[in-house]
């Protein structure tokens, strides 16, 4: 048998449209079950359902939380039916094995006004303001996840119907509409600045750095905790902060949930539903209102 797992990751990259991140998260969990299986003389094609108890098992000895658990485990499933599907193996070792118990945390979002408060943050007197300014408003007009804004290219752009198209996992193309205060910024942002970034290099991207090539995660991140120290939020946010807010201001100003799931880019609506375990101004009003100690 050559490499299973490379054979796999080269699968879910060919045929599902994998990223870059996803391939390489799949990487490192499924090289560790490689390093997990060694010292038995143990190969991936001769894996029984025991192993994957012992190594879910040694995972949690090392201390994993079970959300971290399952994520290592839901990889060796995915490796497991692609290898019987393929007619390597005849049996799925990981048919029975069950999965861990895990709870999926409440999002943390901000309020209306500290979200309003961040985007304005940037000084647009300046280029570099200019820009950051446009990517905070696009960021909390869409909800789309740090990775699909700064993967926008210039292409992906319809300003004028009021709309982007976002790239989002298995490299799924959706339409997400843009408000008309983060159109603004974002034409700003082109016609007045973009250009000063670009004079020696255009790597075509919406948000580039000084050089004209693409933004980088890292830099999305100083970006939203600077300004987010310069709004007087004082806990440490992420970009994926703006995304909860999006969703979570959109349902509780009305927004119907499946509307929301699709802007998400979300597949399984049970996802989307979290945002609905969050307390809505309705609720916190009747809990001033009728609470004895509010």
Known sequence: MMDPVAEYLGTLEAEAGASRNTLSAYRRDLDDFVRFLAPSSITVGGVRPDDIVRYAECL????????????????LRGLYRHLVREGTLSANPTDHVDRPRTSRPL???????????????????????MRDRALLELLYATGMR????LGLRLDDLNLSAGYVVCTGKGRKQRLVPVGAEALARVRAWLRDARGSFTRRRDSGHLFVNGRG??????????????????????????????????????????????????????????????????????????????????
């Open 60 to 75: 949690r000895q090392r201390g994993l939380k079970p959300s971290s658990v399952a994520r290592r485990l839901s990889a």
């Open 107 to 129: 999002p943390r979002t901000l309020s209306l006004e500290a979200a309003a408060a961040l985007v304005e943050a940037p000084d647009v007197s300046r280029p570099l303001g």
């Open 146 to 149: 740090a990775s699909e804004c």
């Open 213 to 294: 090539q693409r933004l980088s995660r890292q830099a999305l991140w100083a970006i939203v905790r600077r300004n987010a120290r310069a709004a007087g939020i004082t806990r440490r946010i992420s970009p994926h902060v703006l995304r909860h807010s999006f969703a979570s201001h959109l349902l509780e100003g009305g927004a119907d949930l499946r509307a929301v799931q699709v802007m998400l880019g979300h597949a399984d609506i049970a996802t989307t539903q979290i945002y609905t375990h969050l307390p809505s101004a309705t609720l916190k009003r009747m809990y001033q209102r009728f609470h004895p100690r509010a």
